[in-house]
DNA sequence: ACCCAAATGCGAGCTGGTTGCGAGAGTGCG
DNA sequence: CGCACTCTCGCAACCAGCTCGCATTTGGGT
């Protein structure tokens, strides 16, 4: 682990809140609401999914919004964002960021450990003095369940 | 390798062809310039670039016919695509598939041999039983010289 | 209570790719 | 060679997933 959160865990929807308005930011409804709908699940939440969810509770919060805050929150460190397969951008808190393996027939994401990627990290950093970051895309492949697909 | 190309590494572009006419399909043009100006290169072509070098020779070849010929060569096996970050989708010959490295700073490609991902293949076959297919989407980090950017 | 920068809602716009359609052109067959 | 059959093409419209410009609203320090 490294650059991923340098000690920014977020704890708690006030947490964040808090670290926002210390920055000059301000503290609204949109903000509050898309917080709650990221602390509520630990999935992979798309930016319609969490705007339909907030959009339950506060109507004309607008997907541009929920865009400007997810990137404005990973800029702060808070939430990151992972590519899955060809599909919208998944987020999700920085403290559950993890690797995933996709499978191309079915679109499961299984979450990988870390330590399944250190020795290919090792390989890139000492043949290419290349430092990966797995965590953002994910890495393609068929699953178990898919193996076989043609009956 | 198993899957990938099955015996079907396309050696020129009237072999495709005939391999084309072989399954019903035509010859055509469009096809012919597609073809011609996926064997000149190595590199990694995006459709449109493609598309713009086609177009110097052959300017009524429209952008949604690229795209629809690049689709009926994968589904031929003589193609791939490979995601490299967040731009346009790169195509390539089956037989120069590998995997890559993608800094996410510059932008640079690295063509990282497959032995590098064998270790991640056996673990993720093993524990999830898990084929991965690491060509498909890159590996995303930094580069080498990406890695002090803060002066 | 006042003020003003930060944030919002809205719609238009952008990139990358897909699709429906009618016209046109390869190819097998006679 | 010429016909017919159907595959493919060019085109424009469309779609997903974001992003941006702008006028308006609002949080919050004083």
Known sequence: MSALAAGTGPTSVD?????LRA??????NARRQLLEALFS???HRTAED???????????VHISTVYRNLDELERLG???H????HGPATYHLSS?????LVCGECGVAIEAPDEMFTRLA???????????DPHHFAVLGTCKGCVKPTP
């Open 78 to 80: 808070v939430v990151v």
């Open 23 to 28: 920055r000059g930011g301000r503290v609204t």
């Open 82 to 85: 992972a590519h899955l397969g």
């Open 41 to 43: 699940s630990t999935g």
């Open 122 to 132: 090792d390989d890139a950093e000492s043949s290419f003095g290349f430092h990966i």
């Open 96 to 100: 559950h960021s993890h690797s995933h």
């Open 50 to 60: 969490l705007a339909a969810e907030i959009q339950g509770r506060a109507p004309d």
């Open 15 to 19: 947490d964040v809140l808090a670290r």
